[in-house]
Structure formats: C-alpha cells, structure tokens
T-cell receptor, first 118, second 116 residues
Framework: AQTVTQSQPEMSVQEAETVTLSCTYD???????LFWYKQPPSRQMILVIR??????QNATENRFSVNFQKAAKSFSLKISDSQLGDAAMYFC???????????????FGEGTQLTVNP | EAGVAQSPRYKIIEKRQSVAFWCNPI?????LYWYQQILGQGPKLLIQ????????DSQLPKDRFSAERLKGVDSTLKIQPAKLEDSAVYLC??????????????FGPGTRLTVL
C-alpha cells in the first residue's frame, strides 16, 4: 500500500517571502500522480497543483511550484511571494495510475499547517 | 458552475444513534467519493462510485456504514449505529471521469459529525 508522509506539522512564513513544504511517499508503482491540496478553515479542499510521475518537468502554477524527485520519492511545494490568503492546511496526496487495482482514490499525508505572518 | 453540495454542515448525535449525510456532485460528474477526515489527519477514502456502481469500498466499515448513489447522481452516506470514533468531517468529492490521469477531484465543504 502507498503511504504519504509530511514531516512538518506546522510552518510559518512572512508575507511576501518564500516557503517550502515537504512531502515524501512510498510506492512500488512506476506510474502515478501527485497532488497538493489546500484546506482553509472552511474545510473545502482546493487543488493547488498536480504532477504526473512520467513527466520530468516540475509543475508550476503561478506562485506555486513543485520539486519532484522521483528516485528519492520526494514532492515538495514551494510558495513564492506568500500572501495572507495562503494560510491554510496543506495536504500532499498520491493517486495510483492503476485504476483496476485501487480505483482513483487519493492517499493523503497528515498535512502541514501554514501560517502567514503580516 | 455550482460546486459539490453537502448537507448538513454540522451534526451532533449520541452514540448508538444513526445519521445520514447527503451529497450532490457537480453536474455531469460520473464519479463520486466519500472521504472521512478525523481531526489532525488527512482524508481517507471510504467509498468510490462510478455512476451508480461501487468501484472501491475496501476501507468502508460495512458493519455500520452504508452508502448509495441512486440514479448515478446524489449520494447518501449512513452510519448506524454511530460510535465515538466516528466523530470526523465527512467530505464528498466528484470528478468527471475516473480513469483520466489529469482528472481532478472537486471537494464539497464537508459535514462535521460529533458523536457524544
């Protein structure tokens, strides 16, 4: 079974600065997808960014980018020019590409609570 | 486009009582998911539907939890009887198709259940 680990329960950053959230995962599969979701106090999970394992190029979405290291099974999220609205719980998630064996369930890490200080 | 709707937003019950949650996915989305999120943890999938058929219910405690998706649209998740450890947020999500790698799961606001 796949596992996802986020080793930083809490992180803080100053407004306009850059912060990196860590995520590692364990899998024996070669084809899969990785995601970062944001969960504000409203509880609604919002997709931040996704990465296909077969792609070597790191995904980027505006101020959000990832550092995907497939061999190391590492998938970190970098937030540049942090804004007050970025404050939330961030979850790293894994999804197998093998639909027949595990559907399309997301396996989540424990989350990292990000605080943005003005 | 309307998002995933869930009701109620909050529910408080006594242990051994029953409770039901409702979810209406985004229009046209074939796949519907129920996740359980215990405080301080990431969500865990309980059940996945493709239209009105079950794709994955391997982590659903079937002795007390049940779910249905009649007509392939709305879904109801039921707990009967509830235990203290069922206190959690129940998240519903939907996606357009299940097999597409870039298919995004869109989440509803969740139902916070407290079992006393």
């Amino acid at each position: 079974a796949q596992t996802v680990t986020q080793s930083q329960p809490e992180m803080s950053v100053q407004e306009a600065e850059t912060v990196t959230l860590s995520c590692t995962y364990d899998t024996s599969e070669s084809d899969y997808y990785l995601f970062w979701y944001k969960q504000p106090p409203s509880r609604q999970m919002i997709l931040v960014i996704r990465q296909e394992a077969y792609k070597q190029q790191n995904a980027t979405e505006n101020r959000f980018s990832v550092n995907f290291q497939k061999a190391a099974k590492s998938f970190s999220l970098k937030i540049s020019d942090s804004q007050l609205g970025d404050a939330a719980m961030y979850f790293c998630a894994y999804r197998s590409a093998g639909f027949e064996t595990s559907g399309s369930r997301l396996t989540f890490g424990e989350g990292t609570q990000l605080t943005v200080n003005p | 486009e309307a998002g995933v709707a869930q009701s109620p937003r909050y529910k408080i019950i006594e242990k051994r009582q029953s409770v039901a949650f409702w979810c209406n996915p985004i229009s046209g989305h074939a796949t519907l998911y129920w996740y359980q999120q215990i405080l301080g943890q990431g969500p865990k999938l309980l059940i996945q539907f493709q239209n009105n058929g079950v794709v994955d219910d391997s982590q659903l405690p079937k002795d007390r939890f049940s779910a249905e998706r009649l007509k392939g649209v709305d879904s109801t998740l039921k707990i009967q009887p509830a235990k203290l450890e069922d206190s959690a947020v129940y998240l519903c999500a939907s996606s357009l198709i299940a097999r597409g790698g870039t298919d995004t799961q869109y989440f509803g606001p969740g139902t916070r259940l407290t079992v006393l």
